[in-house]
């Protein structure tokens, strides 16, 4: 990836290809929905939209790869590292989300896998012995009350938007996703955010096309399922990506972490305005303790890597 371009003209615009990128990203859980309100079954709108979007990625990469006279794959090795990525590790946790989708609500299922941090601190702390800071431990455990009294005040107020299994499931996304991007931000800088992106998510499709496949999992019908899986596909993840891998080349990751934090924003007013989702002050304060908490950490985190300390928490890392 290219530095971050000078000038605050360069940083304007990057930051607003952020925001856009986080606000794309957001729609996924609102595209899903749709899809399932038509009777669409989750690993078959999976198969689509990774199928779709890897299509792209793969042509964008090759006409990339013509135009700049450069090789279309990493080295084979690494290539091969990147599918498993995809295939092993990023696939059980959409699974978990999606899954979770079907019975939480897009705002609170969002908003829930914004918890990420926490676990990567976690991890960080047993995995690399990193001792964190007071400030850090003091942000996840704010961002874990938050998680409390966001899930407390939705079950207080209807069962289908906390049901907690799906509660159970989209926190275990949180954790696996923690996990992939610990994973992934010590090999995805060696390929390039578009050849790693486009192998990543090739190694998800080939994954769900045959979990699909394998369980009869049952694809769209009607218009609205397959804008349900369009959105997903184009917005929700070719846009997403693709704003997210320019506005890093004009932005430092560190300050486009903290502005994807309005993302799990994004969904709940997407939510409430598209699918009729009701919000109360007690759901609306847990969802601003947790995306609050988030940015000051991620700030602080921005810090360390300023005073050349390591960074793990960052979301957007993985795609340096």
């Known amino acids: 990836m290219s530095e971050p371009a000078s ?45 779709i979007a890897s299509v ?9 790869a013509r135009i700049r006279h450069e090789p279309l794959f990493p080295p084979v090795r690494l290539s091969l590292t990147l599918l498993a990525l995809g295939a092993f590790l990023l696939t059980p946790e959409v699974i978990l989300f999606f899954v979770g989708l079907q019975t939480v609500s897009a705002g609170l299922a969002e908003t829930l896998l914004y918890l990420y941090p926490a676990w990567v601190v976690l991890i960080a702390a047993v995995v690399f012995r990193r001792r964190p800071s007071g400030i850090t431990v003091a942000c996840v455990a704010v961002a874990i009350v938050g998680a409390a009294i966001t899930v407390g005040a939705a079950a207080a107020g209807s069962v289908a938007s906390a049901s907690w299994v799906g509660v159970a499931e989209v926190v275990g996304c949180s954790v696996l996703f923690a996990t992939y991007l610990v994973v992934a931000s010590r090999v995805l800088p060696r390929a390039g955010a578009l050849p790693s992106t486009a192998l990543v998510m090739t190694g998800a499709a080939a994954t769900f096309v045959l979990l699909a496949v394998i369980t009869g999992s049952r694809s769209p019908s009607d218009p609205q399922g397959w804008l349900g899986v369009l959105g997903m596909a184009l917005i929700g993840t070719v846009v997403a990506f693709g704003l997210l891998s320019i506005g890093l080349a004009r932005i430092a990751p560190s300050t486009a972490a903290v502005i994807s934090t309005i993302e799990p924003v994004v969904a709940v007013v997407l939510g409430a305005v598209v699918l009729g989702e009701t919000v109360g002050w007690a759901q609306v304060a847990g969802m601003a303790l947790i995306v609050s908490s988030v940015a000051v950490l991620l700030w602080f985190e921005s810090r360390a890597g300023g005073e050349g300390q390591g960074v793990l928490v960052n979301p957007v890392a993985a795609l340096e």
């Not at 360069?10 to 930051?15: D, R």
């Not at 792209?56 to 990339?64: H, N, P, S, Y």
């Open 7 to 51: 000038g605050r003209g360069g940083s304007a615009l990057g930051a607003g290809l952020i925001a856009i990128s986080a606000a794309a990203f957001a729609t996924l859980p609102i595209f899903g929905k749709l899809a399932y309100a038509s009777g669409t079954e989750p690993f078959a709108l999976l198969a689509w939209r990774f199928a």
């Open 56 to 64: 792209i990625l793969v042509v964008t990469m090759v006409i990339r």
